[in-house]
């Protein structure tokens, strides 16, 4: 056998151990997870879901003249602008599943897909204004929490160096259809799902074993390091909405370990180093705005982002922390 199968074996057995062991707290941790979706994530979620659908999938490979100057600014090769609008407004992963089907398809070559990945993936609309929303008093917070995360994606990609590169040619849109919306909806919202309930069960045991000690506004930010949608939905325990507001930005950048497990399973063959240095950098960005904001220490903020700008931007000629032009 060998050793990643020996430890893949090994911690399925621990984790049926532990099941067998205490399986009232994996069925409460199931229980919660179910009714979460039942009441909150699929109400607020499936509609943007299949709007989202017919949307993208009328943008994808189409090139859009208003887009051609943010193309630029982005780095993306012309012609392929489009997945930057659905890495927007797709929501995750949608938008490294779209980055992926380009490579695969001939349009993006290896280095610039893994460049896109670091910028093309982020929390789209549907997520943001279906359940980030009704944590917050003011309908205009969502979309301050939106403008920051898409800000924090633009720096990423300034930061990360590029060499022009020749047009991009995508696969032409096919004809979007209200029944394939819906199929691909009620698929992505299964997955969502079932990563959600996946996750209740294992900070339900996180709960038993530690967190209860720890303070809610860490509490918070373990559960949304490791779960997105479950992080927000603890956002209600924070009582001081400023902290509120940061954690949930800092959340929303990272996007957690299930967003990056769920990139990992439609990225295949493409590195994902670029993805997770943009998704630190992005947060770093997020929460350095939201600082500013709350506290209204621009001096700081300021110098602090010319500082990572150019500390990241050494990368151009010295390749530092790998980040050399694609």
């Given at each position: 056998?060998?050793?990643?199968?020996?430890?893949?074996?090994?911690?399925?057995?621990?984790?049926?151990?532990?099941?067998?062991?205490?399986?009232?707290?994996?069925?409460?941790?199931a229980?919660?997870?179910?009714?979460?979706?039942?009441r909150?994530?699929?109400p607020?979620?499936?509609?943007?879901?299949?709007?989202?659908?017919?949307?993208?999938?009328?943008?994808?490979?189409q090139?859009?003249?208003?887009?051609?100057?943010?193309?630029?600014?982005?780095?993306i090769?012309?012609?392929?602008?489009?997945?930057?609008?659905?890495?927007?407004?797709?929501?995750?992963?949608?938008?490294?599943?779209?980055?992926?089907?380009?490579?695969?398809?001939?349009?993006?070559?290896?280095?610039?897909?893994?460049?896109?990945?670091?910028?093309?993936n982020n929390?789209?609309?549907a997520?943001?204004?279906?359940?980030?929303?009704?944590?917050?008093?003011s309908?205009?917070?969502?979309?301050?929490?939106?403008?920051?995360?898409?800000?924090?994606?633009?720096?990423?990609?300034?930061?990360?160096?590029?060499?022009?590169?020749?047009a991009?040619?995508?696969?032409?849109?096919?004809?979007?259809s209200?029944?394939?919306?819906?199929?691909?909806?009620?698929?992505?919202?299964?997955?969502?799902?079932?990563?959600?309930?996946?996750?209740?069960?294992?900070?339900?045991?996180?709960?038993?074993?530690?967190?209860?000690?720890l303070?809610?506004?860490?509490?918070?930010?373990?559960i949304?390091?490791?779960?997105?949608?479950?992080?927000?939905?603890?956002?209600?325990?924070?009582?001081?909405?400023?902290?509120?507001?940061?954690?949930?930005?800092?959340?929303l950048?990272?996007?957690?370990?299930?967003?990056?497990?769920?990139?990992?399973s439609?990225?295949?063959?493409?590195?994902?180093?670029?993805?997770?240095?943009?998704?630190?950098m992005q947060?770093?960005?997020?929460?350095?705005i939201?600082?500013g904001?709350?506290?209204?220490?621009?001096?700081?903020?300021?110098?602090?982002?010319?500082?990572?700008?150019?500390?990241?931007?050494?990368?151009?000629?010295?390749?530092?922390?790998?980040?050399?032009?694609?």
């Amino acid at each position: 056998m060998k050793p990643k199968q020996l430890w893949k074996a090994l911690l399925a057995s621990g984790a049926m151990l532990i099941l067998i062991l205490d399986s009232q707290t994996a069925v409460e941790g199931a229980k919660t997870g179910i009714d979460l979706c039942i009441r909150t994530i699929i109400p607020s979620l499936f509609p943007f879901f299949i709007i989202s659908s017919i949307l993208t999938s009328s943008l994808s490979g189409q090139s859009l003249f208003f887009l051609k100057p943010l193309g630029r600014l982005y780095g993306i090769p012309a012609g392929a602008e489009s997945l930057l609008l659905i890495g927007v407004l797709g929501g995750y992963p949608v938008g490294a599943q779209a980055v992926s089907s380009a490579y695969n398809s001939g349009s993006l070559t290896k280095s610039q897909a893994e460049r896109m990945l670091a910028f093309c993936n982020n929390a789209g609309p549907a997520f943001l204004f279906g359940v980030v929303s009704q944590f917050f008093p003011s309908a205009v917070i969502p979309w301050v929490l939106w403008m920051i995360h898409l800000a924090g994606a633009l720096m990423v990609a300034i930061l990360i160096p590029h060499e022009p590169a020749q047009a991009a040619t995508l696969p032409p849109a096919k004809e979007p259809s209200l029944t394939q919306a819906m199929q691909q909806s009620l698929r992505t919202m299964a997955a969502v799902c079932g990563w959600v309930i996946l996750f209740r069960v294992l900070i339900g045991f996180f709960y038993r074993w530690f967190l209860w000690i720890l303070p809610v506004e860490l509490q918070v930010l373990i559960i949304g390091c490791l779960e997105l949608s479950n992080g927000c939905m603890e956002l209600a325990g924070v009582a001081d909405l400023p902290t509120r507001f940061l954690l949930c930005s800092g959340m929303l950048a990272f996007g957690g370990l299930c967003v990056t497990m769920q990139t990992l399973s439609v990225v295949k063959g493409l590195s994902v180093k670029h993805y997770l240095l943009g998704k630190l950098m992005q947060t770093i960005t997020a929460v350095s705005i939201c600082i500013g904001i709350l506290y209204h220490s621009w001096v700081i903020l300021i110098v602090f982002l010319l500082f990572f700008f150019f500390l990241f931007r050494k990368g151009k000629n010295s390749r530092f922390y790998g980040l050399h032009p694609v």
